[in-house]
C-alpha cells in the first residue's frame, strides 16, 4: 500500500480556511513536506516542517504535525483562487521523497 | 528563468517505439532525479544520479534507462513504450543528496513532460 496517504478531493469557498491532511508511515523522516502543483507546473516546495516540530506556521500556512498518529496537516488560512492546486504531502528518507497522491484543492467563490 | 527545464512538456509515442525525455538544469546541482507520476497517483521515483554514478530504484522496469552526458543535462530513455507508460514524468534536482532542507538537499522540479502512448 501508499506509504503517504491523503484525501483526493477538497473543495473550499473563497475566504475560508482549508485543511488538507496526510498520514505517513516511516516514522524516521526527518522532514515532511507539503508541495503545490499548480495546473501545467512542476512541483513547488510551499512548506516543510521538522520532525521535532508540532507546528510551524508560516503567513497563511499552518503545518501541524503530529509524531504519535503520524499525522499532517496543512491549514491555509482566508483561501484565494490562486490556492487552486493539487497539493502533495510528502515524507523524505536520506536520498527521496516519498508522495502522497495528492489532494486537489478546488476554489469556488 | 526556469532552473530545471523539461522538454518536451508534450510527447507522443507509438506503442513500441523508442523515446527519450530531455531534462536541462542551470543549477549545476550534482543529484538528478526521474519521477513517474501516473493520473491521480503519488509521484514514484525511477532513478538518480549523483554526479556520474547511477541510482537505479529496485522497481524501476529494465525498460527505463536513464543517460546524463554531463552535469547539466540528463535523459530518460524508454525502450518500448507500453500504454502503461503514460504518464507525466518528473525531472528533479538538488545540490546533495538527500530529502532535507537547506540549501544543499532542497529539490528543485521541472515542469514536467507527459507521456502519451499511441
Known amino acids: 500500500g501508499e506509504d503517504v496517504e491523503q484525501s483526493l478531493f477538497l473543495s473550499v469557498r473563497e475566504g475560508d480556511s482549508s485543511v488538507i491532511n496526510c498520514t505517513y508511515t516511516?516514522?524516521?523522516?526527518?522532514?515532511l513536506y507539503w508541495y503545490k502543483q499548480e495546473p501545467g507546473a512542476g512541483l513547488q516546495l510551499l512548506t516543510y516542517i521538522f520532525s521535532n516540530m508540532d507546528m510551524k506556521q508560516d503567513q497563511r500556512l499552518t503545518v501541524l504535525l503530529n509524531k504519535k498518529d503520524k499525522h499532517l496537516s496543512l491549514r491555509i488560512a482566508d483561501t484565494q483562487t490562486g490556492d487552486s492546486a493539487i497539493y502533495f504531502c510528502a515524507e523524505g528518507d536520506d536520498y527521496k521523497l516519498s508522495f502522497g497522491a495528492g489532494t486537489t484543492v478546488t476554489v469556488r467563490a | 528563468d526556469a532552473m530545471v527545464i523539461q522538454n518536451p512538456r508534450y510527447q507522443v509515442t507509438q506503442f513500441g517505439k523508442p523515446v527519450t525525455l530531455s531534462c536541462s538544469q542551470t543549477l549545476n546541482h550534482n543529484v538528478m532525479y526521474w519521477y513517474q507520476q501516473k493520473s491521480s497517483q503519488a509521484p514514484k521515483l525511477l532513478f538518480h544520479?549523483?554526479?556520474?554514478?547511477?541510482?537505479n530504484e529496485a522497481d524501476t522496469p529494465d525498460n527505463f534507462q536513464s543517460r546524463r552526458p554531463n552535469t547539466s543535462f540528463c535523459f530518460l530513455d524508454i525502450r518500448s513504450p507500453g500504454l502503461g507508460d503514460a504518464a507525466m514524468y518528473l525531472c528533479a534536482t538538488s545540490r546533495e543528496p538527500g530529502s532535507g532542507l537547506f540549501m544543499n538537499t532542497e529539490a528543485f522540479f521541472g515542469q514536467g513532460t507527459r507521456l502519451t502512448v499511441v
Open positions: 544520479y549523483y554526479d556520474k554514478d547511477f541510482n
Open positions: 516511516d516514522s524516521s523522516s526527518t522532514y
